[in-house]
């Protein structure tokens, strides 16, 4: 037999939701402990970095004055770099009475000498044109704009300067070929004279004996502060800051 309900539609939804509600109420609990573990838990680890963060943050400090320490290190290296290179090319030019002494001291007695000549030349593989000077010029000024003062005047040195080769002319007279080539020989091994070459020899005029006349052109070698000179060691000074940014670096 089918059961007849009197009841109007909106006391059955009610019903429903009387039914319903306990599990409503059980899952908005459920979601605020799940909220409220997940605070707490955030809370924790919030507080734990902020307990680490003040345990770093002197280490930190430290770190940053160190960082700025080794700045300003690097920095005077740098500027003193660039003094010293520039105070040695200064100096770069052998002095002529050293030149002197290394051309005469393995001269021997069987050789005589008219004259020694000493100038700054512009060899002809270093020779350019005017233009391309002024475009490398050009080309160069933006570089020079980040450099230190001192580091500017040694470029414009070296641009004028490093273009020219100091040369010796000697000219005299030998009493046979074998002590000629024997003292070019000695000159040759001398480490500040580059290159020896014989440019001329043939037999003095109105001489009835061996006597020759000769001509020789010496090429100087690149002097301290020079492009293929010889490196000079460093100073304690030097190395002691190099030894203190060194150290810096591996902190």
């Known amino acids: 037999m089918k059961e007849i309900d009197f009841l109007p539609p909106n006391y059955r939804n009610r019903r429903k939701q009387l039914q319903t509600r306990p599990l409503r109420i059980g899952a908005v609990a459920v979601v605020i402990c799940v909220l409220a573990v997940l605070t707490t838990l955030e809370y924790?680890?919030?507080?734990?970095?902020?307990?680490?963060?003040?345990?770093?943050?002197?280490?930190?400090?430290a770190a940053e004055m160190k960082k700025d320490v080794l700045a300003q290190l690097q920095g005077r290296l740098e500027r003193l770099n660039d003094d010293a290179a520039l105070m040695t090319y200064l100096h770069h030019n052998w002095p002529r009475t050293r030149l002197i002494h290394e051309i005469l001291a393995p001269m021997p007695e069987s050789i005589g000498l008219k004259s020694l000549r000493v100038e700054e030349v512009t060899p002809q593989g270093r020779r350019s044109s005017s233009r391309l000077q002024s475009a490398r010029r050009r080309a160069e000024e933006k570089k020079l704009e980040n450099l230190s003062p001192a580091a500017r005047d040694l470029f414009y040195l070296k641009e004028e300067d490093e273009s020219l080769a100091t040369m010796i002319w000697l000219e005299g007279t030998a009493d046979d070929a074998e002590s000629l080539h024997d003292y070019i020989g000695r000159l040759d091994d001398e480490p500040l004279l580059a290159d020896v070459?014989?440019?001329?020899s043939r037999r003095a005029e109105g001489d009835d004996g061996n006597d020759l006349e000769?001509?020789?052109?010496?090429?100087?070698?690149?002097?301290?502060?020079?492009?293929?000179?010889?490196v000079g060691e460093e100073n304690s000074e030097d190395r002691q800051l190099i030894e203190s940014l060194h150290r810096l670096t591996n902190l």
């Open 214 to 230: 000769f001509t020789v052109e010496i090429t100087v070698s690149p002097a301290y502060g020079q492009q293929g000179g010889p």
């Open 197 to 200: 070459q014989l440019k001329q």
């Open 44 to 61: 924790r680890a919030h507080r734990n970095a902020k307990s680490r963060l003040a345990k770093i943050e002197p280490a930190f400090a």
